[in-house]
């Protein structure tokens, strides 16, 4: 008699199923993650902590008989600066994350094109390919340039014909004010 066996072998190990997923958990959490928040969190907290510094030594000088008084104007004056000032600190702490990376962005660059140039002066197939790629770019920029004043020069001669058209004589001749005004 035959018998067969049939054995079931998963395709993928649990461990490495296990620690993918706890990747993709991470990735996710950081790509959720806004800094401008945490920032404007931040410069809020000092803004207000230090306006509730200045009402605290306002408060100091008091007598002890308006001590809750004191209280309740050092949580007012809190609670304004909260409210105050959570959108321009918010305002604030987006641009300068963003001027941050544009300047990430623009030293990432500077350091990629100094390291392509020092491959292309040890490489002459890469040098041969950058003198290409300007020479390519210069000819599309005059390219571009000639369209430019192709349709300045067409825009230009369609005015003054339609200028012309409105000055003309009954007859259909020009008349003489065309020509100076």
């Known amino acids: ?5 049939h054995t079931h072998y998963p395709l993928q190990h649990p461990g490495v199923a296990r620690m993918e997923s706890a990747v993709g958990t991470v990735r996710q959490m950081g790509q959720r993650f806004d800094s401008a928040k945490g920032l404007a969190a931040m410069l809020l907290a000092a803004i207000v902590s230090a306006l ?3 009402a605290s030594r306002l408060v100091d000088t008091w007598t002890d008989g308006h001590l809750l008084a004191a209280w309740v104007l050092l949580w007012a004056v809190g609670f304004a600066a909260l409210a105050l000032f959570a959108g321009t600190a918010r305002l604030i702490a987006r641009r300068l994350v963003t001027s941050l990376d544009a ?3 623009r ?5 990629a094109d100094k390291r392509l140039w020092a491959i292309a002066r040890n490489d002459p197939r890469v040098m041969a390919d ?3 790629a300007r020479l390519r770019s210069e000819a599309e920029a005059e390219i571009e340039e000639a369209a430019v004043a192709s349709r300045l020069q067409a825009s230009v001669s369609e005015a003054l014909g339609a200028r012309l058209l409105r000055a003309a004589t009954p007859d259909g001749r020009p008349s003489q004010a065309a020509y100076y005004a």
């Open 103 to 105: 300047w990430s962005h």
């Open 107 to 111: 030293v990432a660059q500077q350091r």
């Open 52 to 54: 509730l510094v200045v």
């Open 130 to 132: 950058l003198q290409a």
């Open 1 to 5: 008699m035959t018998s067969f066996v």
